[in-house]
């Protein structure tokens, strides 16, 4: 079966312009989870689907993120306008209920 | 306090070295833990869940202390390969929420 896969696999943008990146889980997943790492610290989540439904954003760390998840297949995660400290890797991982996570390869995403 | 902790090592043993690392979390309530293994600039990718009862893969054992609220890794044997960050995952009740520890660096040297 195929595997989490994310686009891109590395973005560079200047600060104040906007990116999305994308998210494509393993098909039958109901979960999609949203995960970001910034230099030297831990991996910190960001936010949880269900299907189409938002379980949990409270890792979200302010109004410039927007994800969506429409239909509850593929979902994007939109940064608009894009900050310094918004640099990391973000990573997408799909699961069934319950059961561990499986992460893509991680967008890696650099403002200047 | 983190949600989950780990010694961030590095942690250099030489290749057929028995290696173990431990990984704290602070909520009694979590349900579900894991083992991921993550090298450099690429995905955690699952190593192992972790079970009540202990569980041992090939050359890698995992084992569960509630009480302590601790879980551990044991590796033997080491080879070159298993050179890579270890990070130790627990989720929340309901499995809404899964907290990464730091993870921990393992180096095995010839």
């Known amino acids: 079966e195929a595997g989490v896969t994310q686009f891109p696999s590395h973005s560079v943008i200047e600060k104040g312009q906007t990116v999305t990146l994308r998210c494509d889980p393993i098909?039958?997943?109901?979960?999609l989870y949203w995960y970001r790492r910034v230099m030297g610290k831990e991996i910190k989540f960001l936010l949880h689907?269900?299907?189409?439904?938002?379980?949990?954003e409270s890792g979200m760390p302010n109004n410039r993120f927007l994800a969506e998840r429409t239909g509850g297949t593929y979902s994007t995660l939109k940064v608009q306008p894009a900050e310094l400290e918004d640099s990391g890797v973000y990573f997408c991982?799909?699961?069934?209920?319950?059961?561990?996570?499986?992460f893509g390869d991680g967008t890696r995403l650099s403002i200047l | 306090r983190k949600e989950v902790e780990q010694d961030p090592g590095p942690f250099n043993v030489p290749e057929g070295a028995t290696v173990a690392f431990n990984c704290t979390y602070s909520?009694?309530?979590?349900?579900?833990f894991f083992w991921y293994r993550q090298d450099c600039r690429k995905e955690p990718k699952l190593l192992m869940s972790?079970?009540?009862s202990g569980n041992e893969d090939g050359r890698f054992t995992a084992q569960l202390n509630r009480a302590s609220q601790y879980i551990s890794l044991l590796i033997r044997d080491s080879k070159l390969s298993d050179s890579a960050t270890y990070l130790c995952?627990?989720?929340?009740?309901?499995?809404?929420?899964?907290?990464f520890g730091s993870g921990t660096k393992l180096n095995v040297k010839p």
């Open positions: 689907f269900v299907k189409e439904s938002k379980q949990d």
């Open positions: 972790v079970y009540s």
């Open positions: 098909s039958g997943h109901d979960n």
């Open positions: 991982a799909s699961s069934r209920t319950g059961q561990p996570q499986h």
């Open positions: 995952v627990v989720n929340s009740i309901n499995f809404n929420k899964f907290y």
């Open positions: 909520n009694s309530a979590s349900q579900s």
